[in-house]
């Protein structure tokens, strides 16, 4: 579980960035950051896995303040994911950045070896490339792969998606979702609102080093005093039937007013769809 | 981070010494500095030492100058300990296998300390008040230094926070997958931080490439010294400054020679 | 003006070519977006565009490229730069100067432009991307997203003829992001500047692009108004590109019968088109925009705002 409990925080003593902030994150959720940039999503994903500490309050990570945490025993239980693959990766082969963590917490060992190679597989990464030589989507999906492999209960996503394609996108995405079914809490800051749609059970709204909100994804993107405050662009189909119902407010509380995804609307509006269908 | 955030950087300010003509500042810092090194006489370098800091002091820049003569004095300690140790002159003090360390020794090493400490602080607040652009555009402007040289020196200096960035970045992004920066042997440090230096070399090859691009599709080839647009012209200010600072060499070069 | 034809291009230290036989016609004073899959050869058009290919990158180039009237292999890369002003994806390399206020003058002192008339020039761009407040920061004390505001009035200031700019709302949220856009599409009419951006979020493209050209391992797939791009929703797809979930809906109403107009390049067109197919009264296509606004573009506040001052400027000059 990750606790926020009246946290501020600052970059060299400066103007605080983060002013009182306090939430509670469940082991097991899937949780999204969302709010302008310089809202603070970045400063308290740093927070979370102590790279930053707190001026003022504390973080607990399963109930231990993050201050009294080395950040190596950190790191075993906070997986992060960087914006840019570059900064992390540093390895001639793709066998050794997968190791690379293993290595750095000394902890190399012939069962760690199996598991990477379990996992190069199932990305379809080829241990003997050159990382460097790699694309971007494929850069990035080593770095999430060399930290799924460490398997911390906790992965910190900070935009996952940016730079990549909406193929990449979709890979990285799939492949945390089944992460979090089996079991990982996943933490991410995403500015793709669709994306944070789709994946994230839950957000938590940020502005201005804030915690404006926290509840169920479609329950905030549909609060249109909310959206604005923090200058959210709520997703497609949520927007379509909010401006709808606006409308013509005899929608309200049917089928179309009360539609989020894309398979709910063509249901709405009276499209005939496979048990199952997945929006795309 | 927060360490490199700052270093040498320019800190805004409307004092006499922001508002002096770049290139004066710049004549002003070399001729104290090399008064520094033309004249061994304590007293003389003690007086340049707290005219220094009254400088500081008059811009606002104390914390910088202080962090700065610290740096400057921990550097020069080992200078000075080499002095102290080889210098056998004077009244001895404490007997060593090959000699003495004598008081000569002593005074020999109080003046390296002084003398770098005092010729350091004038160069390093020149940049504290200076813009880099500016510095280097004056230069253009006022010594017709070639524009191309100029470019190269700012970008340099524009980099280094960029790579420090980078660095810490990349630094961070490690920590954060359990490689312990902060604990071990400083060999053990420096076997942590080789690697990262791929990431870094690969960034910054890739940065002044691009750099180069984007100069030259703004018209980099076309600058010519009448292109800058801030004009640096001489005031009676930098006059009476360059006046004073070679007043203070002339005094440095005669208590060299006379005593 | 930009004529593309029968161009290809193989970088030296590759063996196949990036982009081939493009063939592309670009009318002055439109609004362009270049999309496609990673590695599909985006930016490499692009460089094209502004005369970095040939000139920075040594390689194979067949067939021309003329961008008003010049051709980019005779003409060397300043004189092109003259026409077309160029942001390019790396925010950070692409700054000369470690303040806000120098990197503006950077390219207005080289191309010449009076000493007179460069406050203005200045003054003006930073208003017209709302930034003026950030004027005397140091580059390294900014985000990301508000260096990309920089770089971009830094060329706007150059008034070019042609603006080439490469993912230009990489680290912008959302709402910023629309902002950047409703900006640029002013800025552009006002100025009868020719826009040619690359963009993953293809959202912004087909609600704000008059052209969109999708290409697919280095050609081109599609180029056309994105009404008529949307419709190869599943072609679109196996080429890994995604659709704006309005055109999708519309898409398969359309496929299901139950809609039969244009494909929706936003949401205030599928809020029209959710009407039709409910048979509920359609009220003017004006009203519906403004509906729709409320929900789908909060940051229509900071454009207004934006676009706000940006007028107030115009009509000063």
Redesign the interface.
Known sequence: MIEFSHVSAS??GELAVLHDVSFRIEDGSFVAFV????AGKSTTM?LI?G?LKPTEGQVLIDGTPTTEL???EL??R???L?Q?P??????NTVREEMM??FK??GQESPEAEVRADEIMAAFGLNPDDDP?LL???TRQLLALA??IV?QPPVIVLDEPT???????CTKVMEIIRRLHERGTTVVMVC????VVADYAESIIVMSRGKVLAQGPTYDLLRD?AL??EA??????????S???V???PQ?AGTA?GLANT?TE??RA????IAEGGE?? | MSAVRGFLEYVPGTSLLHRMNPVAKIFCALLISVACFCTSNLIFLACVLIFDFALAAHCKMTRQAMGLAKAVTIFSLILAVIQLLTNSTGIELVPLPWGYIGTGGVIGAVTIILRLVAAAVPLFLVMYVTKMTDLANSMVKVLHVPYKYAFTFTSTVHFIPVFMNDMAGIMEAQTARGVQFDQGSIVKKIRLMVPLCIPLLVSSVRKTNSAAIAAEVRGFNLRTRESGFKQYPFAARDFVSLVICVGILVVAILLGVFF | MIEISNFSFTYRESSEPVVRDINLTIPDGAFVGITGAAGSGKSTLTYAMNGIIPHCYPGDFYGSVKVCGLDTVECDLTEISRHVGSVCQDIDSQMVSSIVEDEMLYGLENFGVSHEEIETRVSEALDAIGIADLRDRTIDSLSGGQKQKVALAAIVALRPDVLVLDEPTAELDPASSVAVYELLRRYAREHGTTVVIVEQKIALLSDYADLLVVIESGRIRFADCPENVLEHADELLSIGVNCPRSATLCHDMKAAGLYAGPICRNVEDAVGMAEQALGLASASPESSRTAADAFAMTGAQATADIAERTAEKGGAR
Request: some cysteine.
């Open positions: 970059y060299d709010g302008t940039n310089g740093r896995n790279l080395k950040t190596s790191a075993q906070v997986g992060f960087f840019n570059d900064r992390q990766i540093c390895n690379f963590g750095a917490l460097f694309n971007r989507g060399s930290i460490l940016t730079g990549l394609d909406f193929r990449e500015h793709d609102m669709e249109r959206t604005t200058s959210l662009v709520a997703p497609q189909m949520v927007a379509l909010l401006a709808l606006k409308r013509h929608l179309v894309l609307m063509e509006l009276g499209l005939e929006p795309r």
